[in-house]
């Protein structure tokens, strides 16, 4: 093959090597001036930033009865987006109880001063460096959100956030934290039979390695904020306040009196749980049915 053939195919291998880069998953960069939140999706060819459409419009003012947990989360991303030290913080506690939604209305309050939103499944844990990578140099200031955190004792997802947050991952990045919520406050399942292991000496309890390990995790979070389920008055509360909501958005005749508190306690009793999304899904029901009897008129 001749000096002229030789160059030809070495160009040719060039243009289908970028043809291929341009197809794999990721390669093309994400428009962040666009999107304000995305999903990281894994992959056997590595991962890609998803954009997530049609995010939740909820405001700091729709989540009541967390009072001091919305002050703390408020206080730690204001300094992040400002540019200042702040720490990853761990929402642990009752379901339903507004952990999600108080970071997405974070979001919604902060987007204009540049923060953003990344999605993160438990399962891809280990591609956080990689994640972490892709958004570096981005002018922007990323929070990398984990829902419904937990793990099995053998999981390896475990180990990858652990040694992330410990290790350098975080340390040398400045545009991202790790916002994570979960129902249990130290992330994995905790038996009895650890606590036996546990010693006194001289009056002061050592726990036991098994204990100390998954306490450490949660300990890697610099902010705790604990969520509990709601008392039946802040319950009430919250439940007033979206179907007075929901009836100005869709202009419903929605009343608060004696008749519809009765019906949402009644809600919250069927469902064995009093939390501000008990009390939101019963605004939906309730002013739902009030449409629908309006339109059958």
Known sequence: ?????????????????????AILPGRT???????????????ALGGELQPLGHLHAIGLDDLLGIDDQKRQLTANTEQFVRGHPANNALLWGARGTGKSSLIHALLNRYADQGLRLLEVNKHALADIAAIV?????????????????????DDASYKALKSALEGSVFTQSANVLIYATSNRRHLLPEYMSENVAATHVQGELHESEAVQEKISLSDRFGLWLSFYAFRQDAYLLVAAHWLARLAEEHKADAVWDEATRQAALRWALARGVRSGRTAF?????????LLLARDGD
């Open 1 to 21: 093959m001749d000096e002229a053939s030789l160059k030809d195919l070495a160009g040719v291998g060039r243009e289908v090597g970028k043809r291929l880069l």
């Open 29 to 43: 960069p994400l428009d962040w001036s666009k999107h304000r939140a995305a999903r990281w999706r894994s992959s």
């Open 133 to 153: 990578a892709r958004v570096d140099g981005e002018p922007y200031r990323f929070l990398l959100v984990c829902d419904d955190l937990s793990f099995e004792a």
């Open 281 to 289: 899904h019963f605004a939906r029901q309730h002013v739902g049915g």
